[in-house]
């Protein structure tokens, strides 16, 4: 099979590895799917786990201010399409990656994925998730420290920002047998992994809950790179789809009956299902069409662009476990202020996202100045 190789204007050649330079919708892609999670973990006060967490909501006991309920909102509005957005992107670059020669075998797959998927979810959950959680007070009531960090961090029982990471391996070895072995039509295939996906919540071990729930959504990705092309043909289709999915999408979350929570599968449970997967189809063809839109401005040149796409998994790595400093930090200096008035409420939200930016990008600038091979 011949190595399929693009000039650059610099007459230099651009791999597949660097591939975001070769579809610049998913290089702006790439960037908001990684702003949007920043931005969602920086509202929450409250993680509660039988394995650690932290709770400040006896701070809030005088009712959280209005911006506060604002934030909490649009979180939730990103927390319902931004994971399978996410996903998405890592099929559609998966297929990519298989048009420019893919994984020549199932062991190439395994042994380029432990060490861009497993051995940084290991790295960094042990040398510095854990102990920034540590010193924030996140096992403070833990009767075995020790199990709690094992089970809750390492076998993803409790909370943990890295669970993409192993999730994300096991999908592609399923997607990879699934395309490589099962000669079935795609439609089938996708029918298959969404009918996984929707009982997925059903599952008690997570990180297996996490794979069959997301598979579908990889997937997704996967198929759509096969017709974006035939999508991106006319500007005018991508404003349609724009203003559609955001209406669509903005519909189906103030529906009656819709919960992000399912204890159980009943009408209402399925009902809420399926307008959850409504939402996220939504709000993701949204994303893309901006993404193609705006990458075809000269926003695909801005410093600030270009640095948060080739630090993505870093930004994504190294940024959620510093809002739990952030917010002990705050709750012993400023008290219930910080979250009961608007101004206080601001502060944090925005130096939270600030901060938690910019310190996880000096980590990655550090970790690839020095060199230190898959955790950056």
């Known amino acids: 099979m011949k190595k399929i190789v693009i000039m ?69 509005l990103i927390y319902l399409f931004h994971m399978p957005l996410y996903m998405a992107l890592s099929g559609a670059l998966y297929r990519l990656k298989n048009l420019r020669g893919g994984y020549y075998s199932y062991k190439g797959l395994i042994t380029d994925k432990v060490k861009k998927l497993l051995i940084p979810f290991i790295d960094v959950t042990l040398l510095y998730s854990v102990p920034l959680k540590y010193i924030s007070g996140y096992y403070n009531n833990s009767n075995n420290i020790f199990k709690d960090i094992f089970v809750g961090q390492v076998l993803i029982q409790g909370n943990s920002h890295l669970w993409f990471l192993p999730a994300l391996f096991m999908i592609f070895i399923i997607i990879y047998f699934l395309e490589k072995f099962i000669k079935a039509d795609f439609r089938v295939i996708l029918s298959v992994l969404f009918a996984l996906s929707f009982v997925s919540f059903k599952i008690p071990i997570l990180i297996i809950q996490y794979t069959f729930e997301y598979a579908f959504w990889f997937y997704v990705g996967y198929c759509f790179e096969n017709i974006r092309e035939r999508i991106n043909q006319t500007r005018k289709t991508l404003v349609i789809i724009l203003c559609l999915g955001t209406v669509a999408f903005i519909l ?19 009902i809420d299902r399926t307008m959850t997967y409504m939402s996220a189809i939504f709000g993701c063809f949204a994303v893309y069409a901006s993404s193609f839109l705006l990458s075809r401005t000269n926003l695909v040149h801005n410093s600030l662009i270009k640095i948060v796409r080739n630090n993505s998994l870093s930004l994504y790595l190294y940024s959620d476990t510093w809002n739990y400093v ?29 901060i938690t930016f910019s310190f996880a990008l000096l980590v990655s600038t550090v970790l690839k100045k020095l060199k230190i091979k898959y955790i950056c």
């Open 8 to 76: 650059a204007s610099n007459k230099q050649s651009v791999t597949e590895d660097n591939r975001q330079h070769i579809v610049p919708e998913y290089d702006i892609l790439r960037v908001l799917v990684t702003l949007l999670v920043i931005i969602g973990h920086s509202t929450y006060y409250c993680i509660s786990t039988p394995y650690g967490g932290c709770d400040y909501t006896s701070f809030t006991l005088a009712g959280l201010s209005l911006f506060e309920r604002l934030a909490a909102y649009v979180t939730k």
């Open 252 to 270: 189906t979350v103030l529906l009656p009956y819709y919960t992000p929570e399912y204890s159980g599968i009943d009408i209402y449970d399925i």
């Open 326 to 354: 952030i917010l002990n930090i705050s709750a012993g200096l400023f008290g219930s202020a910080i979250f009961i008035t608007n101004i206080g409420a601001v502060s944090l939200c925005v130096g939270r996202i600030i």
